[in-house]
């Protein structure tokens, strides 16, 4: 795993082919990180599938009103469509490019509108430069992120198993 040098603003998401180590950015996108750490430490990104996978492009995920694989609330066909109970997030857009392993606020057509949703870019995908923030990047276990099963939805969706703040594993 990466040498983490601020684990108060670092994710680990646990994939099935192991761990994949988030920086998140406050300095650029403050309150897309705080949304990040308090639903990682609320343990709502547990379960919660990729509904939206393309290959060449991103894995999105993190919708934890439709899509937590673990509950019995979980509906496929909705997977993709909510967000959280925590209010909209206004756009944090920033000179960041979306290069490969940065992590993007996903949202409607509506610029405000990101909640809980994110999308790992599977490559440079700087068509989307200052129009979805840019919050994060992930400094060790995109191999694991390249593995995740293709689809929209995929047959069988990868979940996230768990979402934690390093600074609060022991």
């Known amino acids: 795993m990466a040498d983490i040098r601020d684990p108060e603003n670092t994710i680990i998401v646990t994939l099935k082919d192991g761990p994949v180590v988030i920086e998140l950015l406050p300095d650029v996108a403050p309150k897309h990180s705080e949304r990040m750490k308090a639903l990682a430490r609320a343990g709502k990104y547990d379960g919660v599938a990729f509904h939206r996978v393309i290959d060449g492009f991103m894995a999105q995920t993190g919708d934890v009103e439709h899509a937590n694989m673990d ?29 490969r392993g940065t992590l993007g606020a996903a949202r409607s057509s509506n610029p405000n509108s990101a909640n809980s949703q994110f999308f790992i870019n ?49």
């Not at 997977?79 to 490019?97: I, M, Q, Y």
């Open 71 to 99: 509950a019995p609330s979980y509906n496929p066909r909705r997977a993709g469509t909510g967000g959280s109970d925590l209010p909209d997030l206004p756009a944090e857009f920033s000179k960041l490019p979306h290069d």
């Open 122 to 170: 599977f490559k440079d995908n700087h068509f989307l430069n200052g129009q979805y923030t840019v919050y994060g990047r992930v400094v060790s276990g995109m191999e694991h992120v390249d593995k995740i099963l293709r689809g929209e939805p995929p047959a069988t969706p990868d979940k996230m198993i768990s979402v934690k703040v390093a600074s609060d594993v022991k």
